[in-house]
C-alpha cells in the first residue's frame, strides 16, 4: 500500500473514532430561552444549584430543605404532593427513617402507570449530590414542566416518586415498593441516575425476564442519543451496584429503564460533586432521554411489556439502536465458522495460504497479547507503588485516570504496529487467518456464557470479508479495507474506556487487550501499511506524553483534592481515646494529629463501622481524653422463653449523633427487630458478617432493638455511636482542612465516635 493511501486511511480511522464518541452525547449550549414545551439544559441546572448548596444525607441539616425544594417546584407545576415517610431497613440491615416525595398526573384512561424515579438525598457525609442525584431529580422536573406545558393530558397516569435514603441501601424505594398502594398501578419505570460528574449517560435495562418487548418499545420512542448495549446490562447484573429501580424489579417485578453517567468517576460521593463540575453534556443527554420516552410510554399500552425473548443490542451514531434476538447468536456464529473454513479451504487450494505462514501467523498474535496482557495487568499495581497516594482513592479512578487509560491504549497499539513490523515478510493473507480464529472461538465463548456479547460476531464478519479479499488481491483497496474496519472501531472502541471508567483503573487490562483486540480485527488494513514500524515509534511518543502527563498532574492540589480522613475515637469501656484515618499516606493535615506514635488498631480493624470498600483504619494515635457522652443503653426486657432468650433494650444518644452501628459477637440469632423493622432471615444468616444493624439517625431518634437467640449462647452487643461534628465540635479546635483536602468518601469520616460494648452472661 501506498504510504500516501496509508496516511488517508489512517486518517479516516482517527476520525471515525473520534466522531464514535463525539456523537455518543448531544452537545450543550445556553438554552435559557428554548421553547416552553422542550427541555433545557438551563432550566434543569437552575434545579441543580438549588438542590447542592450544602450536603443533604438523611439527617443532616440539608435535607429538609432540598425536600421543601422538590415539594415546591412540584407544587408550581400544578402537582398535589404528598410524603410517605417509615422506617425500613433494606436489604442490608441499614436503617433509616425514609421520607419520600410522590404526587402523579391523571392520565385520561385506565390501566397501568408510568413512574419516573430519582433520589433527592446525597452520601453522606460530605457529599454535595449535584450528579447524584440532583441531576435526576432536575431531569425530572424540568422534564415534567416541559410535558405539562405541551397541554396534553397523557393516556396513562405519570407517577413521579423522589425517593429518599437510596444512598443508605435503596431505603425509600424498598419503602414505597412494598408499602404503597400506588406500586400495583405501576407498569413501567424510568429511573434518572448518576456515579460520577460526566461522560455518557448509559442505558440499562432492568428486567426478570427477557429484554425483546422493552426494547422493541425503546426503539420506537426513539431518543436522539442512545447509549446502550446489551453487553453492558450483562456486566450491571454480575456487580454488588444497584439502584432503586432494583428494588421494584426484585420485590414487585416491575420492569424499567435506568438512565446513569458514570464518568468524571473521582467526584462520586464528594463534596466536588457539584454545579460547576457537572458536565453540561451529561445533564443534556439526560433530557434527550426523558422527552421521547415520557411522549412514547404517556401513550404506549404498559399492559403487556414482559417478554419471553431477549435481544442483543448496541448504538451506532446516527442509527440509534440496532437488535436482534437472541435467536440469532448461533446461526450467526455457525455462519461465520462456516464462512471462515470456506476461506481457508479455497486459499490453500488456490496456494493464496499456507499451512506454514498460517502457522506463522499465531507468533506476532500470541506475543501481542501476552505484552499487552502483562503490560495492562501489572500497570495499576505498579502505579500505586510509585504513586503510594493513589491507595486514598478507594473507587480506584484517579484524577488522570484518563490519561493512563489513553496511554496504555496507544502502549498497545505501538506494540502491535511493532510486532506485525517483524513480521512483514510474511503475507497478510497468512497473518490474518490467526485473529480470525482467536475472534470465532471468542464469540463461540461468548454465545454459550454472555450471549449479552454476541453482537461481537458484526465485525468478525466484516473481518473475514476482508481475509477473502486478501486472499484474492495482493493488494486490496484501501479504502475498501477501511470500510470494513468501521464496525470494529464504531462497536468496540468506546469499551476501550469504559470498562476502567465504570470499574476502576485495575482494569486497564480491559484496555490493552480490547485495543491489541481491535488491531486484528483491522489487521486486513494495517497489515499492508508499509510505515508500521513509524507508526509503532509515533504510539510510543503519544503513550510516552500521556503517561508524562499523568506523572506530572498526579500530585493533589485545589482543582484535584486529595481525600483525607480523621476521626476521634472514644472507648468508653476502656476510657481511652484515639485519632484514627483511613488513609494510607496520611495528608500533612492528618498527620499532626498522628504524630510518630501512629500505627493500627487490631480493635478497631475487627469491627470497623461500614464502608463501601469495607475499608479499616490504616493508622491510630493516642489522643486526649475528651468529656463527651456516649449512648445511653437500657435493658426494657430480658427473659427466657423456652429455649430462646429475649433481649429488648434502647438506645438512646446524650449529644446529637447521625449513626449507630451496632456489631454482634458470633452468635445465631433467632431473630432480630429494629425499630419495628424485623430484619430478614436471609440477612441473619448470611449478610451481616457480625453486623447486626447500622441506624442513619434523623432528629436523634432512639435505636429500640428486640432480639432473640439460643438460650445456651451468650450475647455481646458492640455500639459504634458517630456524630460527623469533629470539625465543628465546641471540645475541639481543629483547623479546617487545607483547600487541597476534601473529605475521603465512602467511609465514615469527619466523626466523633464513641464505642460502648454490653454482655448478656
Not at 510516552?544 to 499523568?550: E, K, M, P, R, V
Request: charged share 15%.
Amino acid at each position: 500500500m501506498k504510504n500516501s493511501t496509508a496516511i488517508l486511511t489512517a486518517f479516516l480511522i482517527l476520525a471515525v473514532t473520534s466522531l464514535t464518541f463525539r456523537l455518543a452525547m448531544p452537545s450543550y449550549s445556553p438554552d435559557m430561552e428554548l421553547s416552553t414545551d422542550l427541555f433545557s439544559t438551563d432550566r434543569a441546572l437552575v434545579h441543580v444549584k438549588k438542590m447542592s448548596k450544602a450536603p443533604h444525607a438523611v439527617g443532616f441539616a440539608g435535607h429538609q430543605e432540598v425536600r421543601a425544594y422538590v415539594v415546591g417546584e412540584l407544587e408550581k407545576l400544578g402537582l398535589q404532593t404528598s410524603i410517605q415517610e417509615g422506617y425500613t431497613a433494606g436489604d442490608w440491615g441499614n436503617l433509616s427513617r425514609a421520607q419520600n416525595i410522590l404526587t402523579r398526573i391523571k392520565g385520561r384512561e385506565k390501566g397501568k402507570a408510568l413512574m419516573l424515579l430519582s433520589h433527592y438525598d446525597s452520601n453522606p457525609h460530605s457529599a454535595l449530590g449535584a450528579s447524584d442525584a440532583g441531576s435526576g431529580v432536575a431531569t425530572i422536573l424540568e422534564g415534567v414542566r416541559a410535558f405539562l406545558a405541551r397541554g396534553i393530558q397523557p393516556k396513562n397516569d405519570i407517577i413521579i416518586v423522589i425517593t429518599d435514603a437510596e444512598e443508605l441501601g435503596l431505603n425509600g424505594a424498598d419503602l414505597f415498593a412494598n408499602n404503597h398502594p400506588w406500586t400495583k398501578e405501576v407498569g413501567l419505570i424510568l429511573n434518572f441516575e448518576a456515579r460520577g460528574s460526566g461522560g455518557e449517560s448509559y442505558m440499562l435495562i432492568e428486567t426478570n425476564r427477557g429484554n425483546g418487548r422493552l426494547i422493541e418499545e425503546f426503539i420506537k420512542a426513539k431518543p436522539d442519543y442512545p447509549v446502550a448495549n446489551s453487553l453492558a446490562y450483562s456486566i450491571y447484573k454480575m456487580l454488588p451496584n444497584d439502584t432503586d429501580l432494583t428494588v421494584f424489579r426484585e420485590d414487585q417485578d416491575i420492569e424499567g429503564f435506568n438512565f446513569a453517567f458514570i464518568d468524571d468517576h473521582y467526584d462520586y460521593h464528594t463534596v466536588r460533586d457539584n454545579y460547576e463540575r457537572l458536565d453540561r453534556e451529561s445533564l443534556a443527554h439526560q433530557g434527550s432521554y426523558i422527552m421521547p420516552l415520557l411522549l412514547h410510554f404517556s401513550e404506549a399500552n404498559l399492559e403487556n411489556l414482559k417478554s419471553l425473548n431477549d435481544y442483543n443490542y448496541f448504538n451506532v451514531p446516527y442509527f440509534g439502536l440496532v437488535a436482534y434476538p437472541f435467536e440469532w447468536i448461533w446461526p450467526m456464529f455457525f455462519l461465520s465458522v462456516v464462512i471462515f473454513l470456506w476461506i481457508i479451504y479455497l486459499g490453500l487450494r488456490k496456494k493464496r495460504l499456507s499451512l506454514k505462514g498460517i502457522a506463522i501467523g499465531f507468533n506476532p498474535l500470541l506475543l501481542i497479547l501476552l505484552i499487552n496482557g502483562l503490560a495492562g495487568y501489572f500497570i495499576w499495581p505498579f502505579l500505586k507503588t510509585i504513586y503510594p497516594e493513589y491507595q486514598d482513592m478507594l473507587h480506584g479512578f484517579t484524577y488522570n485516570g484518563h490519561a493512563y487509560i489513553a496511554s496504555m491504549a496507544y502502549f498497545s497499539i505501538a506494540v502491535c504496529f511493532l510486532v506485525y513490523h517483524w513480521f512483514q515478510k510474511q503475507s497478510v493473507a497468512n497473518l490474518l487467518v490467526a485473529p480470525a480464529l482467536l475472534w470465532v472461538i471468542i464469540c463461540g465463548l461468548l454465545a454459550e456464557y454472555l450471549p449479552g456479547a454476541a453482537f461481537f460476531i458484526i465485525p468478525v464478519y466484516a473481518l473475514l470479508a476482508g481475509i477473502l479479499i486478501n486472499s484474492k488481491e495482493e493488494h486490496p483497496n484501501g479504502l475498501l479495507m477501511a470500510f470494513l474496519s468501521l464496525p470494529a472501531l464504531i462497536i468496540f472502541t468506546p469499551f476501550v474506556k469504559m470498562f476502567p471508567v465504570g470499574l476502576g483503573l485495575k482494569m486497564l487490562v480491559s484496555t490493552t487487550l480490547l485495543s491489541s483486540l481491535i488491531f486484528f480485527l483491522l489487521l486486513p488494513l494495517f497489515g499492508h501499511y508499509k510505515i508500521k514500524k513509524a507508526l509503532a515509534y509515533l504510539f510510543l511518543l503519544l503513550f510516552t506524553g500521556f503517561l508524562i502527563d499523568a506523572h506530572l498532574s498526579h500530585e493533589f492540589d485545589v482543582e484535584n483534592a486529595k481525600p483525607s480522613s480523621l476521626l476521634y475515637v472514644l472507648d468508653k469501656d476502656a476510657n481511652t481515646a484515639q485519632w484514627a484515618t483511613y488513609e494510607k499516606v496520611p495528608s500533612a493535615w492528618t498527620s499532626q494529629y498522628l504524630g510518630e506514635q501512629s500505627g493500627t488498631s487490631d480493635k478497631l480493624a475487627k469491627k470497623t463501622i461500614s464502608s463501601k470498600y469495607s475499608t479499616g483504619f490504616s493508622f491510630v494515635a493516642p489522643a486526649t481524653l475528651k468529656p463527651i457522652a456516649g449512648p445511653d443503653l437500657n435493658v426494657i426486657r430480658d427473659t427466657l422463653m423456652g429455649n430462646q432468650r429475649l433481649i429488648e433494650l434502647s438506645v438512646s444518644h446524650r449529644r446529637p449523633v447521625n449513626r449507630l452501628e451496632v456489631f454482634t459477637n458470633k452468635i445465631n440469632l433467632s431473630s432480630a427487630t429494629v425499630n419495628g423493622i424485623a430484619l430478614s432471615q436471609y440477612y441473619l444468616a448470611n449478610r451481616r458478617a457480625g453486623k447486626l444493624i447500622t441506624h442513619y439517625i434523623s432528629d436523634n431518634d432512639p435505636t429500640l432493638l428486640k432480639l432473640t437467640y439460643p438460650a445456651e449462647e451468650q450475647l455481646e452487643l458492640t455500639f459504634y455511636e458517630a456524630s460527623n461534628d469533629l470539625l465543628t465540635h465546641d471540645l475541639f479546635s481543629i483547623p479546617a482542612r487545607p483547600e487541597n483536602n476534601i473529605p475521603m468518601p465512602f467511609v465514615l469520616n469527619d466523626a466523633i465516635l464513641v464505642t460502648k460494648s454490653l454482655h448478656f452472661e
